[in-house]
């Protein structure tokens, strides 16, 4: 038993000797706005990589964000601020990528937004708060893609003009030479006027992810053509790598107003 105990009580000081030594090998380096402010602030392994905590600042002096990085990454709980010192955003990174909820404020403090993410993509349950903390907006989505939203008047009463659209596909992955097959779909359009689907199949090295609508146009693969109830859409896949079927839904809603719908679908083609 006493054997035992020195086993266990050796593998604790290892590893209290392991942490502090890793801790030694830390060190803290500084980056400064050409006008001589600190502007990063974060710790380091092996001189470059980094390893700890990170801080970042706005040039008058307060904090614009903070987190931890693990091996060069981002990992950990991030927290963001506005000039003034409020936080807009919390969010949980994993090897560079959101995953779980990400929480982002108005700047009274309230909680603007709850989003889900999973590997840097929305997926799962979403809501969107108005100023007073009322429920104005919840959304479900799958891998990105907006599956179905609802939207809700201050009175708390569904909101029947809004839209959504849907991607019908069960292919994540497909071989090269293979069609990619998919149907879009736009509910609540029953008096809505002029729409037209707008989308391609865009190689995610040059896919611009803060304009899902595409200015790509790959030729007579990007499609600008009109959209009734539904559209089906194929394309021959003859390249390998990762893609995304994206674009918009454009139309005049029932007050005539110009709006669009977004939608994206990843997948990947393999040789």
């Known amino acids: 038993m006493k054997n ?35 502007k990063i602030e ?75 993410y999973t590997d840097d993509r929305k997926n799962g349950k979403s809501i969107f708060y108005d100023t007073l903390d009322r429920e104005k907006e919840i959304d479900f989505y799958e891998k990105g893609a907006l599956l179905r939203a609802t939207s809700f008047y201050p009175d708390g009463k569904v909101n029947r003009d809004k839209w959504t659209t849907q991607i019908k596909t069960k292919l994540d992955s497909i071989k090269v030479g293979s069609l990619f097959t998919a149907v879009v779909n736009l509910n609540n359009q029953a008096n809505f006027k002029n729409l037209r689907f707008k989308g391609a199949c865009i190689p995610n090295n040059i896919l611009d992810k803060a304009q899902p ?7 007579a693969h990007y499609l600008d053509v009109p959209f009734y109830q539904n559209f089906s859409f194929e394309e021959k896949m003859t390249s390998p790598g990762e893609y995304y079927f994206s674009g918009t839904i454009t139309f005049n809603d029932s007050a005539g107003m110009y709006n669009w719908s977004e939608f994206t679908h990843r997948f990947v083609v393999y040789p």
């Open 213 to 219: 609508m595409p200015s790509y146009k790959p030729g």
């Open 42 to 116: 974060k710790q380091v392994i092996k001189d470059t990589t980094s390893d700890g905590y990170i801080k970042a600042f706005y040039q008058n002096g307060r904090l614009k964000m903070r987190g931890e990085n693990k091996n060069g990454k981002w990992d950990g709980l991030f927290t963001f601020y506005d000039l003034s010192g409020k936080i807009t955003e919390e969010a949980n990174y994993i090897n560079n990528q959101k995953n779980g909820v990400v929480k982002i404020y108005y700047a009274n403090g309230h909680i603007e937004s709850n989003l889900s």
């Open 4 to 38: 035992k105990i020195r086993a266990i009580t050796a593998l604790v000081i290892l590893a209290v000797f392991s942490s502090k030594c890793e801790e030694s090998e830390r060190k803290v380096v500084k980056e400064y706005y050409p006008s001589g402010e600190i």
